[in-house]
C-alpha cells in the first residue's frame, strides 16, 4: 500500500514538473513575440533623408456616402501637397451623392468622378469600382482611403508619400478611430491598436501580410503586374489586406507611424454592427499566405496553452508562486509595449482595459469563425 501510495505521488509530482517546463516553454513563446515583433513599432525609427514631393494620386470608393463626403472630401480635396489628384468612384449611390460630386467636380480641377450604374457592377465589395479608379489614375504612386476617413491634418499625403523610395512599392498607414463615450469604442480601438501593432511589426521584421484600405498607398505598376485583385474577386473583402498579402515583401515594403500621417474614421455605433463589420473582415485570413496564417495564429494559441496549463497546474502552492512570477513578466511586458505603441498612434485611456480584451478577443475570433462558418457573411454595403 505504501509502495503504491509513493509511486503516485512521484507519478503526480513528474507530471507537475512537466506542466512547469511545457509552460515555460509557452510563456517563452509569448515573450519572443513581444520582444522580436511587437516592440518593433514601438522603437521604429524613419528614415529622415530629403525626398522630392513626386505626383500622388488618392482613390476612394464610395456608395451612398453623401454624409460622410460631405464633411471628408473637402479635408483631402485641401492638402498640403503640391501635386496630387483625387479619383472617386460612385458606386451606384442613390442618395445625394451624385449631385455633390458634381459641385464639386466644378470647383476642384484636381477631383475627377467616375460612376458605376447599377448593372455594371457584378462583383461584390469595393474591388470593382477601386479596380475602376486605380486604372483611372495618372499617377504612379496610389493613396487609398475610405469615404468615411478624413486625414489627420493637411500632411496626410506627404507623411505617406516621404515614405517610398527606390524600393519601396507599398507603404502600410494606420486608419484610427475616433475617440467617444462608450465600452464598444474603447473595444473596437483596442483592437485596432493590436492589429496595426501586428501588422506594423511583422512588416518591419520582413513578414508584410496586410494593410488596412482606410490608409494605404502603393505603386500602380505593382497593381497591374499583380493583376490588381483578380486572384481574389470571388472573396468580397479583401480589397487591401489580401492586396497586400499577395504583393508585398521584405524588401519592397514600409511603414508610416507619423503622427501627421494618420486617418480617422467613426467606429461602429452598435456592437451588432461592429460584429457585421468583423466577419465580413475575417473571411479574408484564410486565403493568406501559410507562412502568415503560421505565424499569427502562434500568438493566440500559445495564450489559450498559457492560461489553460496555468489554471490545470495552479493547484499547488509552489507551482502558483512560479505562474503568478510569468504571468506578471509577461503582462508588464506587453502593457509596456502596447503603452509605447498607443503612445506612437496618438492612443489614449486603452491600456486599463488591456486585459479583458485580451481575453475577450481569444473567445470572440473563434465565435466569429463560426458564424461565418454556418451563415455567409455580410456583403460591402
Same mark, same amino acid.
Given at each position: 500500500?505504501?509502495?503504491? #501510495?509513493?509511486?503516485?505521488?512521484?507519478?503526480?509530482?513528474?507530471?507537475?514538473?512537466?506542466?512547469?517546463?511545457?509552460?515555460?516553454?509557452?510563456?517563452?513563446?509569448?515573450?519572443?513575440?513581444?520582444?522580436?515583433?511587437?516592440?518593433?513599432?514601438?522603437?521604429?525609427?524613419?528614415?529622415?533623408?530629403?525626398?522630392?514631393?513626386?505626383?500622388?494620386?488618392?482613390?476612394?470608393?464610395?456608395?451612398?456616402?453623401?454624409?460622410?463626403?460631405?464633411?471628408?472630401?473637402?479635408?483631402?480635396?485641401?492638402?498640403?501637397?503640391?501635386?496630387?489628384?483625387?479619383?472617386?468612384?460612385?458606386?451606384?449611390?442613390?442618395?445625394?451623392?451624385?449631385?455633390?460630386?458634381?459641385?464639386?467636380?466644378?470647383?476642384?480641377?484636381?477631383?475627377?468622378?467616375?460612376?458605376?450604374?447599377?448593372?455594371?457592377?457584378?462583383?461584390?465589395?469595393?474591388?470593382?469600382?477601386?479596380?475602376?479608379?486605380?486604372?483611372?489614375?495618372?499617377?504612379?504612386?496610389?493613396?487609398?482611403?475610405?469615404?468615411?476617413?478624413?486625414?489627420?491634418?493637411?500632411?496626410?499625403?506627404?507623411?505617406?508619400?516621404?515614405?517610398?523610395?527606390?524600393?519601396?512599392?507599398?507603404?502600410?498607414?494606420?486608419?484610427?478611430?475616433? #475617440?467617444?463615450?462608450?465600452?464598444?469604442?474603447?473595444?473596437?480601438?483596442?483592437?485596432?491598436?493590436?492589429?496595426?501593432?501586428?501588422?506594423?511589426?511583422?512588416?518591419?521584421?520582413?513578414?508584410?501580410?496586410?494593410?488596412?484600405?482606410?490608409?494605404?498607398?502603393?505603386?500602380?505598376?505593382?497593381?497591374?503586374?499583380?493583376?490588381?485583385?483578380?486572384?481574389?474577386?470571388?472573396?468580397?473583402?479583401?480589397?487591401?489586406?489580401?492586396?497586400?498579402?499577395?504583393?508585398?515583401?521584405?524588401?519592397?515594403?514600409?511603414?508610416?507611424?507619423?503622427?501627421?500621417?494618420?486617418?480617422?474614421?467613426?467606429?461602429?455605433?452598435?456592437?451588432?454592427?461592429?460584429?457585421?463589420?468583423?466577419?465580413?473582415?475575417?473571411?479574408?485570413?484564410?486565403?493568406?499566405?501559410?507562412?502568415?496564417?503560421?505565424?499569427?495564429?502562434?500568438?493566440?494559441?500559445?495564450?489559450?496553452?498559457?492560461?489553460?496549463?496555468?489554471?490545470?497546474?495552479?493547484?499547488?502552492?509552489?507551482?502558483?508562486?512560479?505562474?503568478?512570477?510569468?504571468?506578471?513578466?509577461?503582462?508588464?511586458?506587453?502593457?509596456?509595449?502596447?503603452?509605447?505603441?498607443?503612445?506612437?498612434?496618438?492612443?489614449?485611456?486603452?491600456?486599463?482595459?488591456?486585459?479583458?480584451?485580451?481575453?475577450?478577443?481569444?473567445?470572440?475570433?473563434?465565435?466569429?469563425? #463560426?458564424?461565418?462558418?454556418?451563415?455567409?457573411?455580410?456583403?460591402?454595403?
Amino acid at each position: 500500500m505504501w509502495e503504491n #501510495s509513493w509511486i503516485d505521488v512521484s507519478g503526480n509530482n513528474l507530471l507537475m514538473t512537466l506542466g512547469l517546463i511545457v509552460l515555460g516553454v509557452i510563456w517563452c513563446l509569448q515573450m519572443f513575440y513581444m520582444i522580436f515583433f511587437y516592440r518593433r513599432p514601438s522603437v521604429y525609427k524613419a528614415r529622415q533623408e530629403p525626398h522630392p514631393a513626386l505626383p500622388v494620386s488618392i482613390v476612394m470608393a464610395a456608395r451612398n456616402e453623401y454624409h460622410h463626403l460631405v464633411k471628408n472630401l473637402p479635408l483631402i480635396l485641401e492638402q498640403d501637397y503640391p501635386d496630387f489628384e483625387v479619383v472617386l468612384v460612385n458606386d451606384a449611390s442613390d442618395d445625394e451623392t451624385e449631385e455633390y460630386l458634381k459641385a464639386m467636380v466644378l470647383k476642384h480641377k484636381n477631383l475627377n468622378v467616375l460612376t458605376i450604374r447599377s448593372t455594371l457592377n457584378f462583383f461584390k465589395g469595393k474591388k470593382f469600382p477601386l479596380g475602376l479608379g486605380i486604372k483611372a489614375a495618372k499617377n504612379e504612386l496610389l493613396l487609398l482611403t475610405d469615404a468615411d476617413c478624413r486625414p489627420c491634418g493637411p500632411g496626410w499625403i506627404t507623411e505617406m508619400q516621404a515614405c517610398f523610395d527606390e524600393k519601396t512599392d507599398i507603404v502600410l498607414g494606420y486608419g484610427a478611430y475616433t #475617440s467617444q463615450k462608450g465600452l464598444l469604442n474603447k473595444l473596437i480601438r483596442w483592437e485596432t491598436v493590436f492589429t496595426a501593432m501586428q501588422y506594423f511589426s511583422f512588416a518591419l521584421a520582413g513578414h508584410p501580410y496586410m494593410g488596412v484600405g482606410r490608409n494605404l498607398a502603393y505603386r500602380k505598376s505593382v497593381f497591374n503586374k499583380g493583376n490588381g485583385f483578380l486572384s481574389h474577386y470571388n472573396v468580397s473583402s479583401g480589397d487591401d489586406d489580401l492586396f497586400v498579402n499577395q504583393n508585398a515583401n521584405k524588401k519592397n515594403t514600409n511603414v508610416c507611424l507619423s503622427p501627421t500621417g494618420l486617418t480617422y474614421s467613426f467606429p461602429s455605433r452598435t456592437f451588432s454592427e461592429w460584429v457585421r463589420q468583423k466577419r465580413r473582415h475575417i473571411t479574408t485570413g484564410r486565403h493568406y499566405k501559410t507562412s502568415h496564417k503560421f505565424l499569427l495564429a502562434g500568438w493566440p494559441v500559445s495564450l489559450v496553452l498559457f492560461i489553460g496549463l496555468s489554471l490545470f497546474l495552479a493547484f499547488q502552492p509552489f507551482n502558483l508562486a512560479i505562474i503568478g512570477l510569468l504571468l506578471l513578466i509577461r503582462q508588464i511586458t506587453f502593457l509596456c509595449i502596447f503603452k509605447k505603441t498607443m503612445n506612437r498612434l496618438t492612443e489614449k485611456k486603452l491600456l486599463v482595459f488591456s486585459l479583458i480584451f485580451e481575453l475577450f478577443f481569444i473567445l470572440f475570433y473563434p465565435v466569429l469563425a #463560426s458564424m461565418n462558418f454556418f451563415r455567409k457573411a455580410p456583403a460591402w454595403k
